[in-house]
């Protein structure tokens, strides 16, 4: 399946001059839209997408917090006994050793980079209704008519 209609429409033979508008015109076929729809849900199924997966990984970084990766002495945990949670929030992460003049290591550096937070945070609020996109405004008639009384003032 190709995500790409203007692709699509050529791999299905339509030319390269007219592939995008045929594109656009085919997403408005009722059939072709649910065969869309049928091939992404057998995909999902495929590699095992959901919502709650999907969810869940969300909510691994925006309830990341990076005490985790320390313990109770301020040591950082070994990377391999990180649980599969707490590494799924880790962007990067960057070592950096220390050595004195002799090449002995002296200290280590970690650099733990999360993945964004808010972006995370955002997401989950907006997939559970509790952000809204789209601003609804309201205008009665009087306000209207208020308005207009006062451009034909400044008209005039």
């Known amino acids: 399946m190709d995500?790409?209609?203007?692709?699509?429409?050529?791999r299905a033979g339509y030319s390269n001059k007219s592939a995008r508008q045929q594109a656009s015109q085919n997403l408005t076929n009722p059939a072709i839209v649910k065969a869309i729809e049928e091939k992404q849900a057998e995909r999902a199924l495929r590699v095992?997408?959901?919502?709650?997966r999907v969810l869940s990984e969300l909510i691994v970084i925006g309830y990341s917090n990076l005490k985790a990766f320390f313990d109770a002495d301020?040591?950082?945990?070994p990377v391999q006994d990180w649980p599969d949670a707490l590494a799924g929030a880790v962007q990067s992460i960057e070592v950096i050793d220390k050595t004195d003049e002799d090449g002995k290591l002296v200290g280590r550096t970690y650099k733990i980079k999360?993945?964004?937070?808010?972006?995370?945070?955002?997401?989950?609020m907006r997939h559970q209704g509790m952000l809204k996109d789209k601003l609804a405004v309201e205008v009665d008639n009087s306000f209207a008519d208020m308005l207009l009384e006062a451009r034909e003032r400044i008209v005039k």
């Not at 995500?3 to 050529?10: C, D, R």
């Not at 095992?48 to 709650?52: L, P």
């Not at 937070?117 to 997401?123: V, W």
Request: proline share 4%; hydrophobic share 55%; net charge negative.
């Open 3 to 10: 995500a790409n209609g203007t692709q699509a429409a050529i």
């Open 74 to 77: 301020g040591a950082v945990i």
């Open 114 to 124: 999360l993945w964004p937070k808010l972006d995370a945070i955002q997401l989950i």
């Open 48 to 52: 095992g997408v959901s919502q709650d």
